[in-house]
């Protein structure tokens, strides 16, 4: 439960970490401003965690109890693997809601940032049966690196933690049917423009079923360049102009992220 004492203040918690821990802080309080910003939050909901620079295995996540749009860089909580505290903090966590992401920290040394989203349209698509379809150009970037992973309850148990493993592979989107969407990277602002996408082709496909007309798939032969055109559009343009500009939009609405 979500401890209501007041938090020790933005500067204690920055002067007790290095630069580069508050820098990944306040990057992933970014994405949790941006997913609630762009409604795939699910209330308290879900969570989104960052590996903590260094040799240690320590991760940033969400205090249980914070809507999105409310997270901090300092109200983050610095857990381990097991998603024990290794630092102080007023706030606890969901233990059972960091299965799903300490399972895939562990097993992927490059899954520093792991995204997991209820969002409605990621939801509904993965309800159906075939699954995430090629009839766009979102979908031809998400398809090459696409994984999915059968319903079975709840996320709570430990045994589910190999077959999680198992069936992501090294794929960086993960499609948990009847569930919701993961993305998987090496940074935060990479796994926030993987979400995008995979968002946005689940968005898309919704719409143009509802048109009830015949959809028009993407050529295979085309398929099979969907990953080295993914790489082609977003090697520069995610560092260099995406993030920096929605950062620039949070600061514009509400900057109180970075404290």
């Not at 509904?124 to 979102?138: C, E, F, M, T, Y």
Request: a negative charge; glycine letters at 6%.
């Amino acid at each position: 439960m979500l401890t209501m004492t007041k938090h020790k203040s933005s500067t204690s918690v920055r002067d007790r970490v290095a630069p580069e821990e508050w820098e990944q802080r306040v990057a992933l309080a970014a994405a949790y401003r941006l997913v609630a910003h762009f409604r795939w939050d699910d209330l308290i909901f879900t969570h989104l965690s960052a590996r903590v620079p260094g040799p240690d295995h320590h991760f940033l996540i969400n205090p249980y109890g914070m809507t999105f749009d409310e997270i901090t860089a300092s109200s983050l909580v610095k857990v381990d693997l097991d998603g024990n505290k290794v630092m102080d903090s007023p706030y606890e966590i969901n233990p059972a809601g960091f299965t799903i992401h300490s399972a895939i920290h562990a097993a992927r040394e490059d899954a520093n940032c792991v995204l997991h989203v209820h969002s409605i349209n990621g939801a509904a698509v993965s309800a159906q049966k075939d699954g995430l379809l090629p009839i766009s150009q979102q979908s031809l970037f998400v398809l090459p690196s696409l994984a999915y992973h059968d319903y079975e309850g709840v996320a709570l148990r430990e045994d589910e933690k190999p077959r999680l493993v198992r069936d992501l592979g090294g794929k960086s989107y993960f499609m948990l049917r009847n569930h919701g969407l993961i993305t998987v990277a090496g940074n935060v602002p990479d796994a926030f423009l993987l979400m995008y996408t995979f968002e946005s082709a689940c968005m898309i496909q919704l719409r143009a079923q509802a048109g009830c007309g015949e959809l028009v798939h993407i050529d295979p032969s085309i398929l099979k360049t969907g990953q080295q055109q993914a790489e082609i559009v977003t090697k520069e343009a995610l560092g260099a102009l995406a993030w920096p500009a929605l950062l620039r939009k949070l600061d514009r609405i509400d900057p109180s992220y970075r404290s």
